[in-house]
Every structure is written in structure tokens, then in C-alpha cells.
């Protein structure tokens, strides 16, 4: 999320305005997997909602538990925690010695020649607004819709300006003392990484959601309510599951959380991209949701762990409500029993031996679709609809079968190259499968 701008400016962003039409398929998502890692949060009482914003930062990782998760859940958390160990392994490294010339003019020059090759890749040179940037309620900024947006809509794509080894390697000098302000971080993304004054820029003007924990120091540059690197961060950064680590992404940071999201998002690489969940009204909010965790709880669970983790009280539809209106607290209670159903059938499906599957399982499968479909958590869209389609097939649906209940590869196909771009292999892949099967 971003801070506010002077006076009430509009940012206008030029995205690529392919409308993507698919069917309006929503599927499990892959948290199947990972549901035996979710560990129960104590409710909290009712705490006074403050006006401002709602903050922005994300969750990489799952909780472990005493429980015993699946193969696949195992081998994906501790590949990922390998990845993290070393990502900050060579951080630590880098830290110890600065980094040469030659190398950050190499990393700039890159930097460079991957945003030529998004630009070509993706096109975004049409004259398609599909919408703007600009302060909300609170004074904060937003974005908002341009006009009506269909569902299954690419909206944005973007690398990020830090990323990888470079963020921890800024995280790791705010803990460890080295940088002890901002003029400190600044001159680190300056000579270290070899950002230019408009890419530290377009990092300052992010929103620091932390900025009121951190120690004083003795430094002569520091400033009490001055962003640090750290918090922002915290407050913005994404991690790619292909990349194993995290990547700052300036412009898609502008995008605020909501436990019922209109916005998910997936990765080619480093690349991130955006699309419509559902059909977006002109001048509504676009929002994504920071953790899949919110699926599984209610909303004093919800506000706990958001609470704990960002650093912020979420007022989103989703979590607030009117109590003198008895049609909106119903509609929210009703919400609470759908996410505390999804988590029982989450993480009892976990525990189902998938070499042996029966047909209750997938009657379950689809329940759970269609209490997300309620809830509007279609979020990460291309690997949940593979997860609903595997389990299918182990079942003994046959193509027929799986094309009337919306599961076809064609539509797979489709969604892959939604939220992954067609360039990604497993949108190749899936192509060849469509047509192996038309032949």
C-alpha cells in the first residue's frame, strides 16, 4: 500500500486490456495440501477499528503443527525453507563486503533489460486505463476500477524493483545494526543495488505500516517518524513460489487487502501478474488478499492474525460491519460458519491417502468450490483448478464428464495462461494437451 500523494492527483496506469474469456469457474485451491499446516488462533475480543488504512504486507509461509501433513506439504516446505536459507546465507555474505561497481551497473543493466522484455512480452502500450491510483476515505492510496471489468481479466503485470538476495541482504543490515536510518537504507539501495532516483523513489513512496515500532538510534540523520526499508517490506513485498523468495513490486503494492478479494494473482518467474476474480463495478475498490490463512477463520481469528503479522486492524467488507444493521451482521456471521466449514473440510481432505480416493472426497472438493465461489476467495486460480481436476481423473472422470462439470483442459489451458502467461512451461504443457485431445 502507498502512502498519500499531494492533494488528490490521479495516477493513471496503462495495462494490458485482453479480456480473457473463460468460464466462470472457480476451483479448490491448493491449500489442500497445506491445511494440516494451519495452526488454530485464539480469538481475541472485539477491539475498536481505527480509520486508516488497512496496511499491506504478506504472509510466505504456513504455520507447522503437531499434525501430520501430506508428502507433497513436506517436500514443498522444506524446499522452500532451503531456499530461504540460502537466499540469506548469500544476503550475509554480500553484507560483509560492498558490493563492486561492476556488479551493480551488471544488476541495473538487467534490471533494464527485463523490464524492455516485460514491456515487449506483455504489451502494456495500449490506451485501455483500466484503473487509476488515487486517495481514498482515509486519505491513503488506492486503486480503484476505470470501468466495468469482466471477470478472468489480466489488469497488470510487473517485475519488481528489489527482489531475491537484495531484499534480505536490506533486511538483514536493519536487524543486525548496520543501517540505522533511512539515509542509511537509501544509500544502500543507491550504491549496493544500483537503483536509479526514480526507482528509490518509487520505493519510498510505499507505505511503512511499522514505522511506529521501531527502536531510536543514535544516529544523527535519524528521524522518529522516518520509513525504513525494513517496513516496507514487511509492508509490501510478495513472495514467488517459482522464485522462492520474496520481490518488491511498486505499483501492484498499491493494492489494499480484503478478506473477500476481487483481485488474485500469479507468477511467471519473477513476473507478477493480476487478474479480475470476479466482475468489477466502475469507480470499485481492487483489492487482494495478503494470506491465504484468512480463508480458514473467522473474523476475530482473521483480525488476530492480521493484526499480529501487519500490523494493522482490517475494516475491509468482509470483517466490518454496521451493528445497528441486523442484515449486515447476519451476512457476516453466515461468512464465519462458511470459513470455519472450509477449514474442517481442508484439512480433512489433507489426511485422505489420495492414492486411494473415494467419492466422498470429491463431493467434498466441491462443496469446498462452491463455499469459496460465496466467499470470494479465488485467489492463486490456476493451481487450485488443477488440484480440483487431478482429483477427478483419480475418480474415473472421464474428459465428457469433467468438461460438464467446468474441469476441461481446454478451460485449464485458459486459466494457466491467465494467471501464469503463456510463455510459462505449464501453459505450454497444458496447449499440447488441448491438442492431443482434439486429435
Not at 92 to 99: G, L
Not at 238 to 249: D, F
Not at 367 to 381: A, G, P, Q, R
Request: charged content about 30%; aromatic content about 8%; glycine content about 4%.
Amino acid at each position: 500500500m502507498s502512502t498519500s500523494q499531494e492533494g488528490s492527483k490521479i495516477l493513471y496506469v496503462k495495462v494490458h486490456s485482453t479480456y480473457v474469456n473463460t468460464t466462470r469457474l472457480l476451483v479448490l485451491g491448493e491449500f489442500l495440501g497445506q491445511a494440516a499446516a494451519l495452526q488454530p488462533l485464539q480469538p481475541r475480543a472485539p477491539t475498536t477499528k481505527t480509520t486508516g488504512p488497512t496496511g499491506r504486507a504478506r504472509l510466505h509461509h504456513l504455520s507447522p503443527i503437531t499434525s501430520v501433513p501430506s508428502k507433497s506439504h513436506i517436500s514443498t516446505m522444506v524446499s522452500r525453507k532451503k531456499a530461504k536459507g540460502k537466499a540469506r546465507k548469500a544476503a550475509k555474505e554480500s553484507t560483509k563486503q560492498a558490493v563492486p561497481l561492476d556488479v551493480s551497473h551488471q544488476q541495473t543493466q538487467q534490471q533494464q533489460e527485463s523490464l524492455e522484455g516485460q514491456l515487449q512480452r506483455l504489451k502494456i502500450i495500449s490506451n485501455k486505463n483500466l484503473f487509476t491510483i488515487k486517495q481514498n476515505e482515509y486519505s491513503n492510496q488506492a486503486v480503484y476500477a476505470a470501468e466495468f471489468i469482466p471477470k478472468h481479466t489480466l489488469i497488470f503485470a510487473e517485475l519488481p524493483t528489489l527482489r531475491g538476495n537484495e531484499i534480505e541482504a536490506a533486511s538483514i543490515n536493519h536487524e543486525n545494526g548496520t543501517h540505522q536510518c533511512r539515509a542509511d537504507d537509501d544509500a544502500f539501495l543507491k550504491n549496493n543495488i544500483g537503483l536509479d532516483e526514480c526507482a528509490r523513489k518509487s520505493i519510498w513512496e510505499l507505505h511503512d505500516q511499522f514505522i511506529d515500532t521501531y527502536s531510536p538510534t543514535n544516529h544523527p540523520l535519524y528521524s522518529r517518524d522516518e520509513k525504513r526499508i525494513l517496513g516496507i517490506i514487511k509492508s509490501n513485498a510478495y513472495h514467488s513460489n517459482e522464485e522462492g523468495s520474496r520481490g518488491l513490486y511498486p505499483i501492484i503494492s498499491r493494492f489494499n487487502h480484503s478478506c473477500r478479494p476481487n483481485i488474485g494473482y500469479g507468477f511467471n518467474g519473477w513476473e507478477m501478474r493480476l487478474y479480475t476474480t470476479s466482475d468489477v463495478q466502475e469507480g470499485e475498490e481492487l483489492c487482494t488478499c495478503y494470506s491465504d490463512m484468512v480463508y480458514f477463520h473467522n473474523r476475530l481469528e482473521r483480525g488476530e492474525f492480521l493484526k499480529r503479522k501487519f500490523n494493522f486492524d482490517c475494516i475491509c467488507s468482509g470483517c466490518n460491519s454496521n451493528h445497528e444493521d441486523d442484515e449486515s451482521e447476519h451476512r457476516l456471521k453466515q461468512s464465519d460458519i462458511r470459513r470455519e466449514r472450509l477449514r474442517f473440510l481442508a484439512e480433512t481432505l489433507s489426511k485422505r491417502d489420495r492414492s486411494n480416493l473415494k467419492k466422498s472426497d470429491f463431493e467434498m472438493i466441491m462443496e469446498s468450490i462452491d463455499i469459496m465461489k460465496l466467499e470470494s476467495l479465488e485467489h492463486n486460480i490456476s493451481t487450485t483448478y488443477r488440484l480440483a481436476r487431478e482429483w477427478a481423473m483419480k475418480l474415473g472422470e472421464d474428459e465428457a464428464s469433467l468438461e460438464e462439470k467446468c474441469l476441461s483442459a481446454e478451460v485449464y489451458a485458459k486459466l494457466l495462461e491467465l494467471s501464469k502467461g503463456e510463455t510459462h512451461p505449464e501453459s505450454i504443457q497444458a496447449r499440447v494437451e488441448v491438442q492431443s485431445k482434439r486429435r
